[in-house]
């Protein structure tokens, strides 16, 4: 609901600009669905964890931080 709620304001504020709006191509939508079905992307957190327990270890230890 998240998404679908997401996708609707952004029609919205794209319908309140008072120009037409561009369709997609048919190769874009299909290549866009293809992306979204189980198993064509990595999985969430296979990158993330790893980084976010890198940044842990990093907030207590005395290395300089590199973010600031």
């Given at each position: 609901?998240?998404?679908?709620e997401l996708s609707c304001?952004?029609?919205?504020?794209?319908?309140?600009?008072?120009?037409?709006?561009?369709?997609?191509?048919?190769?874009?939508?299909?290549?866009?669905?293809?992306?979204?079905?189980?198993?064509?992307?990595?999985?969430?957190?296979?990158?993330?964890?790893?980084?976010?327990?890198?940044?842990?270890?990093?907030?207590?230890?005395?290395?300089?931080?590199?973010?600031?």
């Amino acid at each position: 609901m998240y998404q679908l709620e997401l996708s609707c304001r952004a029609q919205v504020d794209a319908l309140s600009a008072g120009e037409d709006l561009l369709i997609p191509s048919k190769e874009v939508l299909e290549k866009t669905a293809h992306l979204y079905q189980p198993g064509t992307r990595r999985p969430y957190g296979v990158l993330e964890w790893p980084a976010m327990l890198r940044l842990l270890n990093a907030e207590n230890s005395n290395y300089p931080r590199f973010d600031s």
